[in-house]
């Protein structure tokens, strides 16, 4: 009964029941979103997770590559450097050929120019002797004959002091045999296999061809020098050769071709 005297309605219990059926059906529904936040949540702390662990690798994988990057640009400059000085060192080392070659060349002019000049003085004394000279003219030619004797002399011995220069700058330039080992003038050959990693290479001509062992071979494309090679090992139709350091301008690729780089004189 209410207040007032009034009664309830007599379908109370239905509305009551009513009620409580909705307040479970909230209450329900309520656990279970919170059931599905907390699996949310779980889910997104797991992908957080893999995600650090997946930036933390990516970070320690470029620190690594940076470190190899490092380690990689060292020895580039390393390598660059002993580049550099072994070109260097060729270079001065052709300078003085090349100014030992011009000295011979104007000493043998020299002593040709010399050996001309005596064969003429002794030609003329030999006419005035036979013509009846005077002693003073005869002292005057003999005196023009002896310096000239002295300059044939010095010439002589200036080629030959030249001639040890050169001898010694060819044992610098090929320190296991004292002279370059010649090979066939009409020597040709292709590249057939080329290693840039170990700096060597297989070539098409071997003992049929006349290669040996030490010989030095040009290595060109399109008429321009890509590098200069020793023969390490020689077979019946092939042979192995090093690339010599500081003559490496370019990659060899397969296919270049080689001539002698010190040929035999054609007969």
Request: charge should be positive; glycine fraction near 6%; proline fraction near 4%.
């Amino acid at each position: 009964m209410l207040p007032g005297g009034m009664n309830l309605p007599n379908n109370t219990p239905l509305i009551r029941i009513s009620l409580i059926v909705t307040i479970l059906s909230c209450l329900t529904i309520g656990g279970l979103n919170i059931v599905k936040v907390r699996e949310k949540v779980r889910n997104l702390q797991a992908s957080l997770r893999e995600q650090t662990a997946g930036r933390q690798k990516a970070e320690a994988e470029v620190s690594d590559l940076k470190r190899e990057m490092d380690r990689a640009l060292a020895a580039l400059k390393e390598a660059k450097a002993t580049v550099e000085t072994s070109k260097e060192d060729r270079n001065q080392a052709l300078a003085i050929a090349a100014a030992q070659t011009k000295l011979a060349e104007q000493l043998r002019r020299d002593l040709a120019d010399t050996r001309k000049r005596l064969a003429a003085t002794g030609a003329e004394l030999e006419r005035y002797t036979l013509a009846g000279m005077v002693p003073e003219q005869i002292i005057s030619a003999a005196t023009q004959l002896k310096e000239l004797q002295h300059s044939l002399a010095a010439a002589r011995n200036k080629n030959d002091i030249l001639r040890k220069a050169n001898e010694d700058l060819t044992e610098v330039l090929h320190p296991t045999s004292g002279q370059p080992v010649r090979l066939p003038a009409g020597l040709q050959g292709t590249v057939l296999v080329s290693d840039p990693k170990w700096h060597f290479v297989v070539l098409s001509a071997g003992e049929t061809e006349g290669v040996l062992e030490r010989g030095e071979l040009l290595v060109n494309r399109a008429g321009k020098l890509v590098a200069k090679v020793v023969v390490t090992s020689v077979q019946k139709d092939r042979c192995i050769a090093n690339v010599v350091p500081g003559w490496g301008f370019a990659e060899i690729v397969e296919g270049d071709h080689i001539i002698p780089a010190h040929p035999q004189p054609r007969s």
